[in-house]
Nanobody, 115 residues
């Protein structure tokens, strides 16, 4: 079993930045893909960004040029640097990792962007 703990969420003004972290622990074999999703109030969860073990990244159109996903394989940690935040970025952000073809999810961290 793999456990994920997110951190870094909070309240920020529009135009500001936040950096989310997600550390994986437990019975880790070999994490392949890592990513971040978010769910805003009253909306479905949407994929924000992903990164492969080789470092290839993919972003939702809504965050391209503003968010950057990265990972530290030695620490089994994935990061999401969020810049130029706006009120539409307000959501609970969830990290997920894939290990041995099984997807694991964190409990989420709340990001609130005020106008």
């Amino acid at each position: 079993q793999v456990q994920l703990v997110e951190s870094g969420g909070g309240l920020v003004q529009a135009g500001g930045s936040l950096r989310l972290s997600c550390a994986a622990s437990g019975r880790i074999f070999s994490i392949s893909a890592m990513g971040w999703s978010r769910q805003a109030p009253g909306k479905q969860r949407e994929l924000v960004a992903t990164i492969t073990s080789a470092g290839s990244t993919n972003y939702a159109d809504s965050v391209k040029g503003r968010f950057t996903i990265s990972r530290d394989n030695a620490k089994n940690t994935v990061y999401l640097q969020m810049n130029s935040l706006n009120t539409e970025d307000t959501a609970v952000y969830y990290c997920n990792v894939r290990d041995r073809r099984v997807d694991y999810w964190g409990k989420g961290t709340l990001v609130t962007v005020s106008s």
